[in-house]
Nanobody
């Protein structure tokens, strides 16, 4: 499956932004899907995951209560709604499909086999 994230941009602190990740060459319904982010020079950080059906979600403590992950299997798309953004949320955001969940936890990068190119989110006044 190929993934393509979009929706990044420059926003001000306190603003909201929604990222989308569309899949091609396969169906996302087979996979739990996650969002990760990376600040240049730092490691990739887990943000959120949604299970195959969308019934269960997991979040990093740093975004809990502000970000919402959701999916539309019919549209082959996963979303990340971000509210109350702060400069600390500035990063390149990646979507990923988990194919190795039997071996690794949902917040372990090794659980994810398929990654799309990221989309940059910059939060600055």
């Amino acid at each position: 499956v190929q993934l393509q994230a979009s929706g990044g941009g420059l926003v001000q602190p306190g603003d909201s932004l929604t990222l989308s990740c569309a899949a091609s060459r396969g169906t996302i319904s087979r996979y739990p899907l996650g969002w990760w982010r990376q600040v240049p020079g730092q490691g990739r950080e887990f943000v959120a995951q949604v299970t195959r059906s969308g019934s269960t979600t997991y979040y990093a403590d740093s975004v809990k209560g502000r970000f919402t992950i959701s999916r539309d299997n019919g549209k082959n798309t996963v979303y990340l709604q971000m509210r109350s953004l702060t400069p600390e949320d500035t990063a390149v955001y990646y979507c990923a499909a988990e194919a190795n969940g039997a071996s690794y936890s949902y917040d372990d990068r090794r659980a994810y086999d398929y990654w799309g190119p990221g989309t940059l989110v910059t939060v600055s006044s």
